[in-house]
Nanobody
Framework: QVQLQESGGGLVQAGGSLRLSCAASGRTPSTYAWGWFRQAPGKERELVSA????????VYADSVKGRFTMSRDNVKNELYLQMNSLKPEDTAVYYC?????????????????WGQGTQVTVSS
């Protein structure tokens, strides 16, 4: 069983930065896919960034390209999301997720394990 715990959310002004962390406990082989998703009130959960194994395979939503960067520390078993130049429309609950055998990493329903989420609020 895998457990995920996000941290690092908060309130920030537009143009500011935040770094989200996701600590994983349990066995998470390198073959697992990893993703960051977000959900704003009244909206569906959407992809922020995801990767199968290699940083070269990382994909980003068009809305965050050039501003957000996902990275992973395999030694600490942690996932990160560096968010720069934040905008009010980035306001949402952010979730990390992982799973095995995921073919399409952009689809949240394909993931097996989820964290409880961390709130990010960007004021204008």
């Amino acid at each position: 069983q895998v457990q995920l715990q996000e941290s690092g959310g908060g309130l920030v002004q537009a143009g500011g930065s935040l770094r989200l962390s996701c600590a994983a406990s349990g066995r998470t082989p390198s073959t697992y896919a990893w993703g960051w998703f977000r959900q704003a009130p009244g909206k569906e959960r959407e992809l922020v960034s995801a990767t199968h194994r290699s940083p070269h395979d990382t994909v980003y939503a068009d809305s965050v390209k050039g501003r957000f960067t996902m990275s992973r520390d395999n030694v600490k078993n942690e996932l990160y999301l560096q968010m720069n130049s934040l905008k009010p429309e980035d306001t949402a609950v952010y979730y990390c997720a992982t799973g095995y055998g995921i073919v399409e990493v952009t689809i949240p329903e394909h993931y097996d394990y989820w964290g409880q989420g961390t709130q990010v609020t960007v004021s204008s």
